[in-house]
């Protein structure tokens, strides 16, 4: 039983639009909550990582939103491009336990 | 910047040969993993080392084993190789920020798809 939860698993959007990649999870110990993107052929690379202490985080066209008491947290693509076509993984970590991923969204911009 | 290399992009293996996967990572990172990738099962933990010849089991370490004698590689090996074990493997390495399982990011390698006839 997969301990975060990832959807959709595919994703297609036009270029321009905005990409959501929603998680959930039941473990509140939880404290780090990393995205990885991975483009075919390569590996996994974080991307952009948020703690829950806070409730939004932005790098650039990315930004994590993280609901505390709904044990939810999404990642947005703004203005998506056909070169963030990847597959992103959103992950959890207790400090000191094993870093837990999801199941991992296929994203396909149309341009 | 953070290189990790694994010895084979692709591989075809049959059932029962044993199989070596081949990791290395160039950061003197202390920690490195060893996962498989499937589709809609994310990513599993299978072995991960926190020094050199030292070594724990992660989520599903039935049917693997690992080696590290340096420091700069871990191998994965497949002793007796089964159908269910055609996957993608991926190395991974992360520094020394405190706990291996802390916020240190971990960096993959490009993985090996191996398939196993």
């Known amino acids: 039983q997969q301990q975060v939860k990832q959807s959709p698993q595919s994703l297609i959007v036009q270029k321009g639009g905005i990409s959501i990649i929603n998680c959930a999870y039941e473990n509140t110990a939880f404290d780090y909550f990393p995205w990885y993107q991975q483009f075919p052929g390569k590996g996994p690379a974080l991307l952009i990582a948020i703690r829950p202490d806070v409730s939004e985080k932005k790098e650039g066209r990315f930004t994590i939103s993280f609901n505390k008491s709904a044990k939810q947290f999404s990642l947005h693509i703004m203005d998506s491009q056909p070169g963030d076509s990847a597959t992103y993984f959103c992950a959890a970590i207790e400090y000191g336990n094993k870093l837990v991923f999801g199941a991992g969204t296929i994203l396909r911009v149309k341009s | 910047d953070v290189k990790v290399t694994q010895s084979s992009r692709y591989l075809v293996k049959r059932t029962g040969e044993k199989v070596f996967l081949e990791c290395v990572q160039d950061m003197d990172h202390e920690n490195m993993f060893w996962y498989r990738q499937d589709p809609g099962l994310g990513l599993r933990l299978i072995y991960f080392s926190y020094d050199v010849k030292m070594k724990e089991k992660g989520d599903i370490p039935e049917g693997y084993s690992v080696s590290r004698e340096k420091k700069e590689r871990f191998s994965l090996i497949l002793e007796s190789a089964s159908t269910n074990q055609t996957s993608m493997y991926l190395c991974?390495?992360?520094?020394?920020?405190?706990?291996?399982?802390?916020?240190?990011?971990?960096?993959f390698g490009p993985g090996t798809r191996l398939t196993v006839l």
């Open positions: 991974a390495s992360s520094g020394t920020g405190g706990s291996i399982w802390g916020t240190d990011t971990q960096y």
